[in-house]
């Protein structure tokens, strides 16, 4: 019985996303009229189209060029499947370069500690945009320098995936590296870490047995605004990079809704559902029921 | 005023006030002061050696662009533009934030499982692809630029990032509200308006400017992503620049040094001469950061109220020896209300 109330929730929550995105485009294409009664009616209607649009996803053609047109679904699914393939790789770079920073910084001496931090705090206000700007700039350095091409910066027609993963998951690993790092530090006062320690474990072991596994459901608590940072990255480097992906896909058929509508909804299903399985993992190990949403 | 006594906060404050103080002295007064670059550089030999762009110089810190201005002025410049856009844009948000989370918290409470799913997908899409959506279906160039459109420009850029705040603020007063002085003060018979002004109002308050000291970044993030997307604000200039060789070239400018203008124009520099890119970029880090220091000064102002009262009582009482037996001046005489 809990199971499927669990279930319609999540559906109605699905849903409810993707008509406000759908809503969002309507608005989008109807607010220049605003003082009018028209825009009400615009905006209806677009929207009527958008929501008819998912039932007919079959028959939906973009045009690629001025004489080309192409069914929807068969020209999206590669730069789709590419920027996913990105993303997940992001996500478990950054992961593992955050944990393991955290641990590490986590032993180092206090002065140590604080300088790393304040770094941290500084890299953080890097704007992504620059960020990735400078990285372009860094590998033509090296090139220019050293004759070395550690990896064509710009993707031509063949997809590239190192660098990419590499330059979109450093900064959200800062972010999360903070994170980590604090709900280290949170765990640290807790008397079960003293009691631990006055037993004689010793500090690796208190770290890996018992604080990670509690920091870790703070980390994954926060996983969602990590992909949303991650996404805002990925739409910068894909367009700065000529990376076909998704992102590129979607700002080159900008005047097209219904393309935009499917694609950030097909974007958005597999997180959500990533989600709530983090949700119910987070649950299932503190064993307090948080809600679906 | 408690706040410039944190330190993170105060350097912030300065970093910032400094660069806009720099930038109006600049447009009112070093602006006719200071040399312009020279248009050719002789060596000893009276050689013509270089033409803007020259690279980055004790002379010209960020060195000089194409049309041989001083990027370090430019961006001086135009920090008062991009400095009071991100300003004017958080204000806006927190605006109609508070009033949008004050009535969420009070009257929509019901509604949470739609406000959520809602707000879910403002969050998804990055606010940069709203934006360009947003701007992607009117025609800008046919409104010609001026105030018109950048009114316009500065809504939508302020209503992109609306309904998360909107729900932050509302969920951060639902929980508030639930305080047993506020609860008692309704069971008094308090109305919804007084609750907001005695009770609601100036608990927000130090958290409206920690927020706004964060939404202000992240306007300016959306501001370095504008400049890379090629979107100006204010509209363009289009001159028709010729070099003698060739058809004229049509070239972009912002009306302003507005520094995502200035990456966005010269964007194709980066792989020519990269300081004229660079220059605004690290003006752009630098407020950023500053506007970061100002926010976590404000976090730890917040969040350190009761502590160092404590500890200003504990050393007052450890620091003066008591006698025994005790004297009338051990104690401290206070009116008991």
């Given at each position: 019985?809990?199971?499927?109330?669990?279930?319609?929730?999540?559906?109605a929550d699905l849903l409810l996303t993707i008509f406000t995105i759908m809503a969002i485009i309507a608005f989008a294409q109807s607010y220049s009229l605003f003082p009018s009664p028209q825009m009400v009616t615009v905006f209806w209607q677009q929207f009527q189209q958008l929501f008819w649009s998912f039932f007919s996803i079959r028959d939906i053609t973009v045009s690629l060029s001025q004489w080309h047109n192409a069914p929807l679904l068969s020209t999206m699914i590669e730069p789709y499947a590419y920027s996913?393939?990105?993303?997940?790789?992001?996500?478990?770079?950054?992961?593992?370069?955050?944990?393991?920073?955290?641990?590490?910084?986590f032993l180092l001496p206090r002065p140590l500690q604080k300088m790393v931090k304040g770094i941290a705090f500084f890299l953080e206000s890097?704007?992504?945009?620059?960020?990735?700007?400078?990285?372009?700039?860094?590998?033509?350095?090296?090139?220019?320098?050293?004759?070395?091409?550690?990896?064509?910066?710009?993707?031509?027609?063949?997809?590239?995936?190192?660098?990419?993963?590499?330059?979109?998951?450093?900064?959200?690993?800062?972010?999360?590296?903070?994170?980590?790092?604090?709900?280290?530090?949170?765990?640290?006062?807790?008397?079960?870490?003293?009691?631990?320690?006055?037993?004689?474990?010793?500090?690796?072991a208190v770290l890996w047995r018992h604080m990670f596994r509690n920091a870790l459901i703070t980390v994954f608590s926060n996983v969602q605004y990590l992909f949303w940072f991650m996404l805002s990255n990925l739409l910068v480097a894909e367009y700065l990079f000529n990376m076909h992906g998704l992102f590129r896909f979607l700002y080159e058929q900008l005047h097209t809704p219904e393309v935009v509508a499917i694609g950030l909804a097909m974007l958005f299903l597999p997180f959500y559902i990533i989600d709530v399985a983090g949700k119910r993992v987070i649950a299932y190990l503190t064993g307090i029921e948080r809600g679906v949403a | 005023m408690r706040a410039?006594?944190?330190?993170?906060?105060?350097?912030?404050?300065?970093?910032?006030?400094?660069?806009?103080l720099a930038s109006f002295l600049y447009s009112y007064?070093?602006?006719?002061?200071?040399?312009?670059?020279?248009?050719?550089?002789?060596?000893?030999?009276?050689?013509?050696?270089?033409?803007?762009?020259?690279?980055?110089?004790?002379?010209?810190?960020?060195?000089?662009?194409?049309?041989?201005?001083?990027?370090?002025?430019?961006v001086i410049d135009g920090a008062k533009y991009t400095i009071f856009t991100a300003l004017a844009v958080s204000l806006l948000r927190l605006a109609f934030g508070t009033v949008g989370g004050i009535m969420y918290a009070f009257y929509l409470q019901k509604f949470r499982f739609i406000a959520e799913s809602i707000v879910r997908a403002f969050r998804f899409v990055p606010a940069i692809f709203l934006t360009m959506l947003f701007f992607a279906f009117i025609p800008l160039e046919e409104q010609g630029a001026g105030m018109g459109v950048l009114i316009k420009q500065l809504l939508v850029l302020a209503v992109v990032a609306?309904?998360?705040?909107?729900?932050?603020?509302?969920?951060?007063?639902?929980?508030?509200?639930?305080?047993?002085?506020?609860?008692s003060s309704r069971l008094m018979g308090a109305d919804n308006v007084w609750l907001i002004r005695k009770h609601v109002l100036p608990y927000m308050r130090p958290r409206l400017f920690l927020l706004f000291t964060q939404q202000t970044v992240q306007s300016l993030l959306l501001l370095v992503h504008l400049g890379a997307f090629q979107i100006l604000l204010g509209g363009v200039k289009v001159i028709y620049d010729s070099d003698g060789l060739g058809p004229p070239e049509k070239v972009a400018f912002s009306l302003s040094n507005e520094w995502s203008g200035l990456i966005g124009l010269s964007y194709r520099e980066m792989m020519l001469d990269q300081w004229i890119v660079v220059g605004p970029c690290v003006a752009f880090i630098v407020a950023i950061f500053a506007f970061k220091l100002m926010g976590k000064g404000l976090e730890q102002v917040i969040a350190g109220k009761g502590k160092r009262k404590q500890r200003k009582k504990q050393w007052s009482s450890s620091g003066?020896?008591?006698?025994?037996?005790?004297?009338q001046g051990d104690f401290e005489f206070v009116l008991y209300r």
């Open positions: 019985m809990k199971k499927w109330k669990l279930a319609l929730t999540v559906l996913l393939i990105i993303l997940w790789g992001a996500l478990a770079v950054s992961f593992l370069i955050a944990v393991t920073g955290a641990y590490i910084c890097i704007p992504d945009v620059i960020f990735i700007f400078s990285t372009q700039l860094f590998v033509i350095w090296v090139f220019k320098k050293t004759d070395l091409l550690i990896v064509n910066p710009v993707a031509g027609f063949d997809n590239v995936y190192v660098l990419p993963i590499v330059m979109i998951s450093i900064l959200p690993s800062i972010l999360l590296f903070q994170m980590t790092f604090l709900a280290f530090t949170e765990e640290k006062d807790k008397p079960y870490v003293e009691y631990a320690l006055a037993k004689g474990l010793s500090k690796t | 410039f006594r944190n330190v993170y906060f105060t350097t912030g404050f300065i970093i910032a006030a400094g660069l806009l007064w070093l602006k006719d002061i200071i040399p312009q670059p020279p248009e050719w550089i002789y060596n000893e030999a009276g050689r013509l050696v270089d033409v803007p762009p020259y690279p980055p110089s004790w002379v010209h810190p960020f060195g000089v662009d194409r049309q041989g201005e001083d990027v370090f002025w430019k609306l309904p998360p705040l909107m729900l932050v603020i509302g969920n951060d007063i639902a929980v508030f509200l639930q305080n047993e002085f506020v609860v003066k020896p008591a006698s025994f037996p005790p004297q």
